[in-house]
Antibody
Framework: EMQLVESGGGLVLPGGSLSLSCVAS????????MHWVRQAPGKGPEWVAN????????YYVDSVKGRFTISRDNAKNSLYLQMNSLRADDTAVYYC???????????WGQGTTVTVSS | DVVMTQSPVSLPVTLGQPASISCISS???????????LNWFQQRPGQSPRRLIY???KRDSGVPDRFSGSGSGTDFTLKISRVEAEDVGVYYC?????????FGQGTKVEIK
């Protein structure tokens, strides 16, 4: 069974940093683009960033550009999100996901909660 | 960014009755490769999102055939032929033709 498990969430002060991790099991993640999607309390999901299979292409939503960095380690079947200069509006559940546009591959983690507050 | 507008925002439905959700995008979702990348997600209370439909009308693995998607260009619809209790949740349309990929604001399906 394909599974994704996120970790690294927590409470952080505004301006602080946090690093999220996502480990894939039951499959080889290097076959897929991987994604971070977040969902603020009571709101709909928002695509944050994604990364190509070999890490050569990365895309970010404008609101996190220059502050967040997505990366992956295929040898460890892992995806990461380094978050710097955190703001209150970054508060959300962060999901790691594999969602293929062209076929029926859709796998989501359970999410990890990031709270930015003083 | 492409704005996805769903209606209605709330949809009370009687068990066994049909339901329909509309989604309109602010620009065409036809990609340069000829495909239209419009998806429908379901999010049950307390759970992660789950994709039901991709490329407008293709059902994901394990999705019951009571769910169907249709539409083209900028106008799309998700239909549930006969609503069951397990269908309660929020439904989102989402486009992955244009970066950044964007979701609609959601439609909450509840049982009357």
């Amino acid at each position: 069974e394909m599974q994704l498990v996120e970790s690294g969430g927590g409470l952080v002060l505004p301006g602080g940093s946090l690093s999220l991790s996502c480990v894939a099991s039951g499959f080889t993640s290097n076959r897929y683009w991987m994604h971070w999607v977040r969902q603020a309390p009571g709101k709909g999901p928002e695509w944050v960033a994604n990364i190509k299979q070999d890490g050569s292409e990365k895309y970010y939503v404008d609101s996190v550009k220059g502050r967040f960095t997505i990366s992956r380690d295929n040898a460890k079947n892992s995806l990461y999100l380094q978050m710097n200069s955190l703001r209150a509006d970054d508060t959300a559940v962060y999901y790691c996901a594999i969602v293929n546009r062209g076929d029926s591959t859709d796998v989501w983690g359970q999410g990890t909660t990031v709270t930015v507050s003083s | 960014d492409v704005v996805m507008t769903q209606s209605p925002v709330s949809l009370p439905v009687t068990l066994g009755q049909p339901a329909s959700i509309s989604c309109i995008s602010s620009r065409s979702l036809v990609n340069s490769d000829g495909n239209t990348y419009l998806n429908w997600f379901q999010q049950r209370p307390g759970q992660s999102p789950r994709r039901l439909i991709y490329k407008v009308s293709k059902r994901d693995s394990g999705v019951p055939d009571r769910f169907s998607g249709s539409g083209s260009g900028t106008d799309f619809t998700l239909k549930i032929s006969r609503v069951e209790a397990e269908d309660v949740g929020v439904y989102y349309c989402m486009q992955d033709t244009h970066w950044p990929w964007t979701f609609g604001q959601g439609t909450k399906v509840e049982i009357k």
